[in-house]
């Protein structure tokens, strides 16, 4: 008796190992999957799950500089506009609004649109400029710092095969702003 209740518990540990590694091949297979195709060198396929772990540490890493160097950015927009409501200065040194900065990541584009209070473009349009060019808004935002308004958009390519010609959506954005 002792003998099949050894047995069944080294089942069980068997059992829970596996389980275990199922688990964690699932869990590096859905990080891979947050990396963005571009950001591998070769087919994600090809590589090694430690060459994988790698790569998504190290594109982790690249998106935590850019979120410091956009809070610096912003810090230094709020510091610009306080400046400006003492009566310095009104604008963002050698930033003429309203800006507009188009990221292409494959599979996706950001879009970061910077502008005054004062100017009334159609957030509607810039959806629909994004969306007729075979992208679909994902997520979009907005925040106003001063008087300037700071919107990011989230959009993915709908259409895998045909993707999104981003020259073309950057000439249709500037149209919009101008």
Known sequence: MKRSNSESSKLDRKTVERNRRIHMKDLCFQLASLVPRHFFKHSKDMLSQQDQLELAACYIKQLRERVEKLKRVQEQAI????????????????????VVELRDFGSGIEVVLISGLNKNFMFYEVITALSEEGAEVVSAS?????????????????????????????????????
């Open 79 to 98: 510091t610009t506009t306080r400046t400006s409501s003492s009566g310095m200065t009104s604008m963002m040194i050698g930033m003429r609004l309203p």
């Open 142 to 178: 907005y925040s106003t710092v001063g008087d300037k308004v700071f919107h990011t958009i989230h959009a993915q390519v709908r259409i895998s095969r045909v993707g999104v010609e981003t020259s073309r959506v950057w000439e249709r954005l500037q149209e919009l702003i101008s």
